[in-house]
Structures are given as C-alpha cells and as structure tokens.
C-alpha cells in the first residue's frame, strides 16, 4: 500500500505563486507515474499535470501550460508542482496520485493511489 500526502496549498491572490508537494511512504513509489488532478466545486475531478517515472516525460493540461512545472525527487519519494501566475479559475483541491505503471495517464481510473487533497484558492 502507498500513502500520498499532500501540501503546500493555501490562499493567495492572483498572479502569485505556490508549490505543492507530495509524499509518498509505506510501499515504494519506485517505477509509479505520478500526477496532479483538481477539482473545484461543483466540476468533476480533472488532470492537471503528470510526470513519468524518470522524470524526462512531462504532461500538462491546456490550462495551465507555461504555467504549472511538475517535478519528482525519486531520493525523497515526493512530487512537485509549482503554480505560477496563479489565477482565480485555479481555485480547486488539488491531488496526487500514483500509478503501477512508469508512464502518465490522463484519467482518473488509471491511478490507484490517492491523496487527500489540498486546497488551494485564489482570490481576484
């Protein structure tokens, strides 16, 4: 079994900056693609961003390319994302997953670890 835990959200204003960080413990990541899904209220869950195993393959959803850098620290066993230019349609909870699998996926299904989530909001 895995356990992802999510930080690093919060509340700030448009145009700034956050990084998010997920830990993984229990069962070895090693070899999982990883990636970050949100969700805001009312909307369905969606893909934001992925990496794969080794790091050198990176996916990004339309809204927030330019934006948005997902990195991993396979040492630490923990993924990143940082937001900038943060804007107020940003605001969701934000996850992270893991998948048995060395490749990203766009979907949810795909994933078989979850985190809690971590809320991030940004006001106008």
């Known amino acids: 079994q895995v356990q992802l835990v999510e930080s690093g959200g919060g509340l700030v204003q448009a145009g700034a900056s956050l990084r998010l960080s997920c830990a993984a413990s229990?069962?070895?990541?090693?070899?999982?693609?990883m990636a970050w899904f949100r969700q805001a209220p009312g909307k369905e869950r969606t893909f934001v961003a992925g990496?794969?195993?080794?790091?050198?393959?990176?996916y990004y959803a339309d809204s927030v390319k330019g934006r948005f850098t997902i990195s991993r620290d396979n040492a630490k066993r923990t993924v990143y994302l940082q937001m900038n230019s943060l804007k107020p349609e940003d605001t969701a909870v934000y996850y992270c997953?893991?998948?048995?699998?060395?490749?990203?996926?766009?979907?949810?299904?795909?994933?078989?670890?979850w985190g809690q989530g971590t809320q991030v909001t940004v006001s106008s």
């Open positions: 990496i794969n195993w080794t790091g050198d393959r990176t």
């Open positions: 997953a893991a998948r048995t699998s060395y490749y990203v996926a766009l979907t949810d299904p795909s994933y078989d670890y």
């Open positions: 229990g069962r070895t990541v090693s070899g999982y693609g």
